[in-house]
């Protein structure tokens, strides 16, 4: 009995790979070579329908046939060196136009995450503090040479003996010393101005938290405070956090047409997401809370956004506003606008300490014949820009 070669049986169910074999001793010795039929994985058998069977069905190739040289032999195909390093640098090129965006969308959506989380923690702890004011000592005292001094330990022991008690902290600083806790000398603010100098103070802060007065609606109502020094500390989830504090702050001063903030603000704290690393931006990887009364107390956290509206009177304020309210963003609350009018130098709002008495809202604008430094909010839709020729700008915040 003959015996199959080993791989015959190979061989019999490819006919393919015998004129394969074939070929390359036809190109071995010289000899013509064959029409190689398309290999297997280049054919489809083309369609027949049942009334006349598949008998006569045909194979068509569904690509171009395999490139031979000139002895008719398969070409071997690949790329050149030129095309690879070309191809190389177009997706180079490509990722350095849309990684930067695609890594800032994502830190972006970081940063509204760690913002909401660390709100939802503030407002938890404020909340289980029996009261906002009364913390450490605050106090000025002259000496027999006529020599001025101030004893001010409040924003510290407002961080060790009250906000201690309800969330964790890993470390505190004084003011000589935010570095220790992560907050950068320098930022940039909301309007894109960088190498600012961070505020260590309240009168840094704003200027206008220090005194104020009112002689006409709300008969002589006044607020004068110590420049208090701000107080630095590290949470538990990584944030740095700056505290500017008033230990004096009080429920309402019985205003019956404005709504005067100083008095009423007990905490003002300013909050790096990251620390030093940067960008060190408001709006981004900074932002601001503020907390408003001894007890019930508020605490809001505005992210504002501001755009000058054509027809924009103290008259129609209220109606006009509302209609251009977006997606997301709103109007915002008296606390929210009083936060944006007392971190202007956060938020690049109106820098310009003559025109404070100017931060105001649809129902009033003071002069300062009459109102001096307070920050007034009344129906707390818009605020009015220094400039005359810049018209009426609408205040809203990020929802």
Known sequence: EQIEPVGAKLLRRNPASVEQIQDRFRNEFGMTPTVEPAPSWLIVKKSCSTSHGCASGTWITTSPAAPRDDRGVLARVAFTMAEILLSLTIIGVVAAITLPSLTGNINERTWNTQRKALYARFSQAIALMPALNGYGTLRESTDSAGSTSIEDTAAETFVTAGLAKVMKINNVCDKDHLSDCGISSKYTNLQG?????????MGELNEAMLSAHQSDYDAHLSHSAIDTKAAAFETANGESIVVYYNPNCI??????????????????????????????????????????????????????????VSGLTSANAASVCTSHTQDDYRIPTKEETFSVALNKKMFGFLTDSSSLHLYTSSKFVRTSGITSNWLVVTRVLQFRVPSATAGWTALYVKR
Do not use: H
């Not at 101005?193 to 103070?201: A, C, E, I, K, S």
């Not at 100083?262 to 030093?276: E, H, R, S, V, W």
């Not at 690393?277 to 709006?283: A, I, L, Q, R, S």
């Not at 605490?299 to 000058?308: E, K, N």
């Open 193 to 201: 101005v960088g190498n600012l100098d961070f505020p260590l103070t």
């Open 251 to 308: 429920a309402n001063m019985s205003e019956t047409w404005d709504y005067n903030g100083q008095p009423k603000m007990c905490a003002n704290f300013i909050y790096d997401l990251n620390g030093t690393k940067g960008p060190n931006t408001v709006g981004k990887d900074i932002g601001v809370m503020t907390a408003f009364y001894p007890s019930d107390s508020v605490i809001v956290a505005p992210v504002p956004f501001r755009t000058l």
